[in-house]
């Protein structure tokens, strides 16, 4: 008996070890959160064993971690679901049964994972396009796009805006019954980085006869120049996408040579001859004083040009929207952005908004000051969290009202 209490009391110690996490004050259901943030802190516990051991790529480890939530296209009373490929490009297309009286709308998705992971057939990615495709009666188009360490920029926005393209084809919209004035183009994360570099490129294309009417960013990535901003300080060791996995996201998404990785771990990766591009993100005079928090902006630290020439990627608007000129942005159509207090990434979607804002874009900022990046895939099944259900409703709410 007293060897299984010891036993007992060893495995509760370890489940608390797993399961318990400092949560700031305003994190609703904070022991809810806890239990679903677990099975990510032990896949991204076993990846880097696995990579330290030479056993597998870290992005590999978690990739194959992810697949067990894998959904196959199973259509339903309100959405007929089939896997097809647009272009060369994997998809899974949702068409809602329930006639529309008229032309439907359309929206294409981009999922997040840092360009590394992630897939429309995952539970979370189906249920958001599932639901959206309902609430909306719109055709709803989930792009699998390539992915690091396999793929590498500029693959990823070649296969998103390759779908675009295609789907905006006035054959292939009529095909599926869409209004051509009536599409948009959404993503989540790193999706929201695609989104934003595609709607950019597609303004700008003059092959491109038919436009997106709004874009929706969700906690989008837009830069890789300053990974210090304050709210990577303030959230460097957020237990979804801490500051060093959104830098191993970068350096992923751009090559496998850990170089650069270390270079943005520092923040020394930008090269003297780009230091200008720092000014169009610069937060000492584009983030509101209270999102600085007495963080001082500091002096840059410049670092080597060989960086840079072997990989440019990362001073690209294509890769980094933010780095877009204010004649470009001016050219955008009305934009739907959605930000979380408790991310990384807060601060590239607050500057983002500022300079849509001056370049006299219309845009709808949503900001959840309660709310930690990925929430909005918490919204399914036992994975389900009220936080995460505001941020859907707010998404999908809006575009029902503009799209």
Known sequence: ????????????????????????????????????????????????????????????VVKAGMSIEHVAARSDENITVTDAQLSGVPVRIFVPRKEPGGLRRAVIYFHGGGWCLGDAG?????????????RLNAVVVSVNYRLAPQHHFPAQFEDAYSVTKF??????????????????????????????????????????????????????????????????????DDPLLSRSLMVRFWSEYFTPDASLRDAMASNRH????????????????????????????????????????????????????????????????????LTCGHDVLRD?????????????????HHHFPEAFHGAMMFVSSLGELAVGHRLLNSYTEWLDENL
């Open 348 to 364: 590239d979607g607050l500057l983002y908004a500022a300079r849509l804002r001056a370049a006299g874009v219309p845009l709808a």
């Open 270 to 337: 930008v090269p003297a001859s780009s230091g200008h591009l720092l000014q169009l993100l610069n937060w000492s005079s584009l983030l509101p004083a209270e999102m600085r928090k007495g963080y001082p902006y500091p002096t840059p630290t410049f670092g080597s040009p060989r960086l840079a020439r072997l990989y440019p990627g990362f001073l690209e608007a294509r890769a980094a929207p933010l780095l877009a000129g204010d004649a470009q942005l001016r050219r955008l159509p009305l934009t739907y952005l």
């Open 122 to 134: 995952l539970k979370s990615y189906d249920y958001l396009a599932r639901t959206t495709a309902h």
């Open 167 to 236: 789907f905006l084809q006035s054959k292939v919209l009529s095909q599926y019954g869409v209004d051509p004035a009536r599409v948009c183009v959404a993503g989540d994360s790193a999706g929201g980085n695609l989104a934003a570099a595609v709607t950019q490129q597609l303004m700008e294309d003059p092959e491109a006869k038919t436009k997106l009417k709004l874009q929706a960013l969700i906690y989008p990535a837009l830069q890789a120049l300053d990974l210090n901003t304050p709210s990577y300080q303030e959230n460097q």
């Open 1 to 60: 008996m007293g060897a299984k209490l010891r036993l007992l009391c060893l495995t509760s110690a370890l489940l608390a070890y797993w399961i318990y996490l400092p949560m700031p004050e305003d994190y609703e259901e904070p022991w809810k959160t806890m239990l679903l943030l677990a099975p990510f802190r032990a896949a991204a516990q076993l990846a880097t064993i696995a990579e330290q051991l030479g056993l597998m790529h870290y992005m590999d």
